[in-house]
C-alpha cells in the first residue's frame, strides 16, 4: 500500500547543531508539506513543494531549509538548532494542489536541548 | 489578515450530538477541511466543502456558510473512539498556490 513515512520519530539534539528530518511518499504526489505543532498554535506550515526542483517558505521558515530532488523525497533540515524548534513536525502530501486534501505522516517529535 | 476560530475544549456524552464550529475571515477562500487528529497521531482527513451546504457522511456532518465564514462539524451517536482533536483548516488561494490554515484545533473529550 502507498503511504508516507517519517524518520526518525523521536529525536533529541543539542543547539546549534544541524538536523535533517526525513520524509517519504509512495504515492507519487506532486505536493509535499512539512508542519510543525505546538500546544496553542495548531499546524503552522513551515516549507512546502509542488514538484521536483520546487520550494516555497511557509508562515514560519526561518531556521529550517528543504530541497526538492525527487518526487518521493521532501527532508527538512534544520540548520543550527533552537530550544524554539522543540515541536513535533509533521510532513503531509497531497495529489491536487485545488483541493489539497492532504494526507499525513506519523511525526516526528524533535526536542533541542 | 486571516484568522481561524474554534473552541478550545468540548466535552460531551456517548451516544449524543455535539456540534463544533469553526468561524474564518481570510481572502482567496478555496474551500475548508475538517480533520481529526488522535492524541500523538497524525491528523486524518474527514470532510472538505466547498459550497454552501450540509455534507453527510456516515455519522459525521460538515457544513459550511461562504457568506457568514462559518462552519460546522456534526458528530452523531457519539462513541468513545470520537475523543480526539478536531482541526478545521482553511484551503486558501493566493496567486498560483493554494495553502491550507489550520485553526488551533477543539479538542473533544466523550464521556460514558
Known amino acids: 500500500d502507498a503511504e508516507i513515512t517519517q524518520s526518525p520519530r523521536h529525536k533529541i539534539t543539542e543547539t546549534g547543531r544541524q538536523v535533517t528530518l526525513a520524509c517519504h511518499q509512495t504515492?507519487?504526489?506532486?505536493?509535499m508539506f512539512w508542519y510543525r505543532q505546538d500546544l496553542g498554535h495548531g499546524l503552522r506550515l513551515i516549507h512546502y513543494?509542488?514538484?521536483?526542483?520546487?520550494?516555497n517558505k511557509g508562515e514560519v521558515s526561518d531556521g529550517y531549509s528543504v530541497s526538492r530532488s525527487n518526487t518521493e523525497d521532501l527532508p527538512l533540515t534544520l540548520e543550527s538548532a533552537a530550544s524554539s524548534q522543540t515541536s513535533v513536525y509533521f510532513c503531509?502530501?497531497?495529489?491536487?494542489?485545488?483541493?489539497?486534501?492532504?494526507?499525513f505522516g506519523p511525526g516526528t517529535r524533535l526536542t533541542v536541548t | 489578515g486571516q484568522n481561524i476560530d474554534q473552541p478550545t475544549e468540548m466535552t460531551a456524552t456517548e451516544g449524543a450530538i455535539v456540534q463544533i464550529n469553526c468561524t474564518y475571515q481570510?481572502?482567496?477562500?478555496?474551500?475548508l477541511f475538517w480533520y481529526q487528529q488522535h492524541a500523538g497521531e497524525a491528523p486524518t482527513f474527514l470532510s472538505y466543502?466547498?459550497?454552501?451546504g450540509l455534507e453527510e457522511k456516515g455519522r459525521f456532518s460538515s457544513f459550511l456558510s461562504r457568506s457568514k465564514g462559518y462552519s460546522y462539524l456534526l458528530l452523531k451517536e457519539l462513541q468513545m473512539k470520537d475523543s480526539a482533536s478536531y482541526l478545521c483548516?482553511?484551503?486558501?488561494?493566493?496567486?498560483?498556490?493554494?495553502?491550507?490554515?489550520f485553526g488551533t484545533g477543539t479538542l473533544l473529550a466523550v464521556q460514558p
Open positions: 503531509a502530501s497531497s495529489e491536487s494542489t485545488l483541493t489539497l486534501e492532504q494526507y
Open positions: 504515492w507519487n504526489h506532486n505536493n
Open positions: 513543494s509542488y514538484g521536483v526542483q520546487d520550494t
Open positions: 481570510t481572502s482567496g477562500f478555496n474551500g
Open positions: 466543502n466547498v459550497l454552501d
Open positions: 483548516a482553511v484551503n486558501r488561494y493566493g496567486g498560483a498556490t493554494n495553502k491550507l490554515i
